[in-house]
C-alpha cells in the first residue's frame, strides 16, 4: 500500500504544476464523461479464508452531471481482471459516485459512492453483493473542456456469504466536462 500511495504522490506533483502554470480554468458545468486505465490490487476473503494480493490490469468509466463547482454526481463503473493459471478473475464495482473538490477552481477531489460489488472465479463460481468507491484524484485541465486525471481509488464489495473483496486502484484517464 505505501508504494501504490508513494506511486500517486508522484503522479500527482507534477500534475498540480503542470496546471497552476497552464493557466486553464477548472470549470465543471452540466455533463461530464471519463474513463481511465491503470494497475489494481485485488485481495478477498470470507470464513475462514484469506488470500494474498494479486496485481493485474484494471479501468473505470465514469458519467454524470454537475450539481455545484463543488460538487458532481455520477455513476461510475470499476474492473480489474486477470487470467491466473488459465482461469480468468474479474471483479467489478458499479457505484453511485458523489465527487467533492474543496475548492470550486481547483483540481483536486475526493469521491464516495455506493453501489454493486462482483467477484467472477471462472470454474468456481460468482459472488454479487453491496459495493462502495472511495478515491481521490487531480484534474488537470489540458484544453477548454478536457483534463487528465491520476486518480486512486479504492473499491470494496461485501458479497454473499460473508466473502469481501476490495481493489486497491491507481490509474490515470481523461475526462470531458
Not at 93 to 120: C, E, M, R
Given at each position: 500500500?505505501?508504494?501504490?500511495?508513494?506511486?500517486?504522490?508522484?503522479?500527482?506533483?507534477?500534475?498540480?504544476?503542470?496546471?497552476?502554470?497552464?493557466?486553464?480554468?477548472?470549470?465543471?458545468?452540466?455533463?461530464?464523461?471519463?474513463?481511465?486505465?491503470g494497475y489494481g490490487s485485488?485481495?478477498?476473503?470470507?470464513?475462514?479464508?484469506?488470500?494474498?494480493?494479486?496485481?493485474?490490469?484494471?479501468?473505470?468509466?465514469?458519467?454524470?452531471?454537475?450539481?455545484?463547482?463543488?460538487?458532481?454526481?455520477?455513476g461510475e463503473t470499476n474492473?480489474?481482471?486477470?487470467?491466473?493459471?488459465?482461469?480468468?478473475?474479474?471483479?467489478?464495482?458499479?457505484?453511485?459516485?458523489?465527487?467533492?473538490?474543496?475548492?470550486?477552481?481547483?483540481?483536486?477531489?475526493?469521491?464516495?459512492?455506493?453501489?454493486?460489488?462482483?467477484?467472477?472465479?471462472?470454474?468456481?463460481?460468482?459472488?454479487?453483493?453491496?459495493?462502495?468507491?472511495?478515491?481521490?484524484?487531480?484534474?488537470?485541465?489540458?484544453?477548454?473542456?478536457?483534463?487528465?486525471?491520476?486518480?486512486?481509488?479504492?473499491?470494496?464489495?461485501?458479497?454473499?456469504?460473508?466473502?469481501?473483496?476490495?481493489?486497491?486502484?491507481?490509474?490515470?484517464?481523461?475526462?470531458?466536462?
Open positions: 500500500m505505501r508504494y501504490v500511495l508513494a506511486a500517486l504522490v508522484v503522479a500527482m506533483a507534477p500534475a498540480a504544476s503542470v496546471a497552476s502554470a497552464q493557466g486553464r480554468p477548472q470549470t465543471r458545468d452540466g455533463f461530464w464523461i471519463g474513463f481511465g486505465f485485488l485481495g478477498f476473503s470470507c470464513n475462514g479464508c484469506s488470500t494474498s494480493r494479486e496485481g493485474a490490469f484494471s479501468g473505470y468509466l465514469k458519467m454524470g452531471g454537475t450539481l455545484s463547482p463543488k460538487l458532481l454526481l455520477g474492473g480489474w481482471t486477470k487470467d491466473d493459471n488459465g482461469s480468468k478473475v474479474t471483479a467489478a464495482n458499479a457505484s453511485v459516485a458523489l465527487y467533492f473538490y474543496p475548492s470550486p477552481v481547483g483540481g483536486f477531489f475526493l469521491k464516495g459512492g455506493l453501489g454493486w460489488a462482483t467477484l467472477d472465479i471462472e470454474g468456481l463460481g460468482n459472488e454479487t453483493g453491496p459495493g462502495a468507491v472511495f478515491g481521490l484524484g487531480y484534474d488537470v485541465r489540458v484544453g477548454t473542456n478536457m483534463s487528465i486525471v491520476p486518480v486512486l481509488n479504492f473499491n470494496y464489495g461485501a458479497l454473499a456469504s460473508d466473502f469481501k473483496q476490495n481493489v486497491v486502484q491507481v490509474a490515470v484517464g481523461v475526462t470531458w466536462h
